[in-house]
């Protein structure tokens, strides 16, 4: 992957400044750190740095079309860009490089802004039309590639990473109440909120047209959606016998494993002590002929430590893991590595420890790895949608639509909600789902630590407001698949893909690939019925366990889930460093004015006395470590002045920009 930034003026037509695109390309070097490239033209500029992967030799960006009228910069991967490719030559297309990115220009000539369902992979690209005077900002279906906007008076900003916008000196940074909110009652950021006001996420699966001025008129923007999840209505799914649905759903996943794997560098793998990385390693044995080699971490913890499991899958595999060890001391010491590279408050430590992954992934020389996320959200592999299906029995039988019973009731005794604001939180998204509960006990912090003024900057907006879910068309599906949804929708771009996923990868210059997230592999898993994902309300991802005790032992294929996990508040809290102590001082918590002074310092003393957040609670244990979190970002991207670790400057210029000539001033 790469890192992709620019301007656009939406009034006249004035030249990007140099030192402004080079600011904002040099802000993401990290992304790409093997060259970059720079289009400069009236009214557009575009940088890009180059993570090579694929057409090594030739694949600089921006790519043009054969006239050069239609140019890109693009971040990502088309994985079946070879036949796509073929295609296009058997329709006089002619490529002049031997990059995968090549094929949006030509896809573009062919389809025009209805290229999107052909583009099979992970992406986010700027594209200009210079006949047209269009440009258009796109994102994959499912979220890996991130792609950020600003719009400044008459400008649009664009870019991989937010800190490239702020390098480019037009957007400030400053704190959005509602999108730390996001954080405390989702755990992640899943939406167009982003940490920072102003800055907003273009969706998964959603692209901006930007038409540029013409004449005296002004341009125009306009985002819409080319894709959503989907699944058959309540009754129609796809049924079957137990062979014949492993059988194809084995050749679907081989098929997303093998185009993963390619590209013209070495590929390696994650793997934990679950089925998920297993299989997809397993299935990349058999592919490619030999084991991948892989990575494995050590959180040397009771209970946490998946180490001994992941070496029986290995020894299955034939694999030899590289072991990273991640313990208290590497999670504090990562911390404000990992704030910097997600951009926002991280509640969950265990993205420390993965960021330590990738960084050993690098070390070793490798730039690709395949993981196995995705798995749980197609499959049904979290816990809570097997207490949903059970809750939904007891709300109203098999029966239940949209009753909320059990579900909501449970949410005010144990969340201590008002009944006002769940029927409000309900209706936004049509009915108890799995995460309900779990939601609205990870919010039960947002009561304890806010401060009563951030609290009235709210104003009583609830998070659940800013989700874009199809409310309509979830009403006719079976209750597991709007939880599944729901999932794929909010924890899955909002935690795995971006802070346990291309944030800390790409901070690393490591681009990770998802085959469970192959387009195809998400059809086949939302066609099923739902008795195949959770079988009898107990047994999570059945055909895929099935599938797994084909390349596993038994017990690998049917080890029960273990969601990877580090400590919470403990891992800040208990013997503290100095800076954790500087972040939750009553000065610096008063400086922000995000959290109740007096809450937090008593809780922290509690945790610090007892050498323990066990009397707190899991959940308040997560929001306090999301406040040391919160303040911890705070620093580092708005500011400082709340410790002595070092907050951002401006990136050094280490480059004079390439300027494409043929289209430079």
Not at 399 to 408: D, E, F, I, M, N
Not at 449 to 474: P, Q
């Amino acid at each position: 992957m790469c890192g992709i930034a620019g301007s656009i003026d939406l009034v006249g037509k004035r030249l990007p400044e140099r030192a402004t695109l080079r600011r904002m390309a040099d802000a993401l070097v990290h992304r790409g750190p093997d060259d970059s490239g720079f289009l400069a033209v009236p009214g557009v500029g575009f940088a890009h740095r180059r993570l090579s992967i694929v057409g090594l030799e030739d694949g600089q960006q921006p790519i043009f079309n054969e006239d050069r009228t239609v140019a890109v910069i693009c971040n990502g991967e088309f994985f079946d860009y070879p036949e796509r490719r073929a295609d296009l030559e058997a329709k006089g297309h002619v490529f002049r490089t031997h990059s995968d990115s090549e094929v949006l220009v030509h896809l573009y000539e062919e389809y025009g802004e209805g290229l999107f369902p052909y583009l099979k992979g992970q992406f986010a690209f700027a594209l200009i039309d210079f006949a047209r005077g269009v440009v258009l900002l796109g994102r994959d279906r499912v979220g890996i590639c991130p792609l950020f906007w600003s719009r400044q008076g008459d400008t649009i900003y664009f870019a991989s990473e937010i800190k490239a916008l702020i390098a480019s000196g037009a957007v400030r940074p400053e704190a959005d109440p509602r999108g730390l909110d996001h954080l405390f009652t989702f755990f992640a950021l899943s939406s167009r909120r982003t940490a920072f006001k102003g800055v907003q996420a273009l969706e998964p699966g959603h692209y901006l047209k930007i038409e540029l001025p013409g004449g005296r008129g002004a341009g125009s923007v306009a985002e819409r959606k080319y894709w959503d999840f989907d699944f058959p209505d309540w009754g129609d799914e796809q049924d079957g016998d137990l062979p014949g649905l492993t059988d194809s759903f084995e050749q679907v996943f081989a098929r997303a494993v093998d185009v993963r794997l390619r590209a013209d560098v070495p590929v390696v793998g994650y793997l934990s002590g679950g089925v998920d990385s297993a299989f997809v390693l397993a299935t990349a044995a058999r592919v490619a002929g030999r084991p991948l080699p892989s990575f494995t971490l050590r959180i040397p913890k009771k209970n946490l430590d998946e180490v001994d499991e992941a070496m029986e899958a290995a020894e299955a595999i034939g694999a030899h893991p590289s072991v990273v060890q991640a313990g208290s001391d590497l999670i504090m010491d990562s911390y404000p590595a990992l704030t910097q590279a997600a951009e926002s408050p991280v509640l969950d430590t265990s993205c420390a420890a993965l960021l330590a992954l990738s960084r050993e992934v690098r070390s070793q020389g490798y730039k690709v790895v395949l993981t196995g996320e995705g798995a749980d959200e197609g499959f049904a592999g979290y816990v809570w949608f097997k207490m949903r299906e059970m809750a939904r029995v007891l709300d109203m039988g098999e029966l239940w639509a949209v009753t909320p019973g059990l579900s909501r009731a449970v949410r005010k005794i144990g969340a201590k909600q008002p009944a006002e604001e769940l029927r409000k939180i309900d209706m936004l998204v049509g009915g108890p789902h799995a995460q309900s509960v779990m939601y609205s006990l990870v919010a039960t912090s947002r009561d304890r630590y806010f401060s009563s003024g951030f609290k009235e900057e709210l104003g009583g907006h609830v998070a659940y407001e800013d989700l874009d879910l199809d409310v309509a068309r979830m009403a006719r599906w079976h209750p597991l698949n709007r939880s599944l949804y729901f999932g794929y929708k909010i924890h899955l771009p909002g935690l795995l893909l971006s802070q346990k996923g291309d944030r800390i990868a790409m901070a690393n210059s490591v681009e990770t690939r998802y085959p469970f997230l192959d387009e195809d592999v998400i059809s086949f898993a939302s066609q099923l019925s739902p008795r195949w994902k959770l079988r009898r309300r107990m047994r999570d991802k059945y055909l895929l366990r099935q599938a797994a005790e084909r390349v596993l032992p038994r017990n690998v294929a049917q080890r029960p889930k273990h969601m990877f996990q580090a400590p919470l508040a403990d891992s800040f809290l208990v013997n503290a460093p100095e800076f954790v102590r500087e972040l939750v001082s009553e000065e610096s918590l008063k400086r922000t004015g995000y959290f109740d002074v007096d809450q937090v310092r008593r809780d922290c003393a509690l945790v610090a006395s007892e050498g323990s957040s066990r009397r707190l609670g899991r959940f308040y244990s997560l929001g306090l470590g999301g406040v040391v979190a919160t303040q911890l970002w705070h620093h580092v991207h708005l500011g400082g002045g709340l410790c002595s670790l070092p907050a951002n400057a401006p990136p050094v210029v280490t480059e004079e920009p390439r300027l494409d000539e043929a289209v430079s001033a």
